[in-house]
């Protein structure tokens, strides 16, 4: 009676888990935590480590974002490519490897026509639309993560507030950075240089959301990505993809 009584219990167990694993399959077939799952699951193994660093891309894609892809990979981590439209072929299945490797692919803008984006709330919402308009097509995947180009601070604009509230109203989520490599702010920059300019900034806080550029010219920041995230690691950081549930770093904040 006992052996039956025991033999029920684990059939049921095995059955409730086998129920559970079909549902978060349904949820997600592909299995890309980094769009549906927020930090949760594998992606936070660690809870109680509050060393966390978010590696983010803008601008891309570019002839370089496969070989940004393949470091990642080798290294297992995720990370986030706030990108721009661009209509190319090899562009689509930059869009695609992104989503299909389980990285968050977020928006920055369709043109990064500083002028023509900034030059009223209307035409930047439509450059915003469009975007995600372009990237749902493409991946079947609509962002909600999104970076102003020069940031929520940069000063193309008087008043970013109307354009935040655009943001904001779409239930987007906008992040700037508080870690930066300078990589498009001078190309010779040595991926050394590079490096050590993230790693400043890193080590002085334990949530670091870092810019870097995927870019045609931004070769050095392509040869010091393996070495970046070895040294993270070493140092004890989770590496992560944006989602949302991860706390906003914003330059310029509105009262809701």
Known sequence: MRKRIMASICLLLMTAGFLYQLSCEKADPLGIASQTEGEGGLLANNAMN???????????????????????KKNNVKATFFVVGKETEQAKKSYQRIVLEGHTLAMHSYSHNYDQIYSSVEAFAKDLKHLQNYL???????PVIYRFPGGSSNSCVKDITPY???VESQGWL???????????????????NLNQNILKSVRQQDVSVVLMHDLHEADNTVKGLDSLIKTLKQEGYQILPITKNTKQIHHVSIDK
């Open 164 to 166: 935040i509230r655009f």
């Open 136 to 142: 749902y097509e493409i991946t079947e995947i609509k």
């Open 50 to 72: 509050k060393k966390k660093v978010y590696l983010t891309f803008d601008d891309g894609p570019s002839d370089h974002t496969g070989e940004i892809l393949d470091i990642l």
């Open 174 to 192: 906008y992040f700037d950075w508080n870690a930066q490599s300078g990589d498009a702010l001078d190309f010779n920059t040595s991926a050394a």
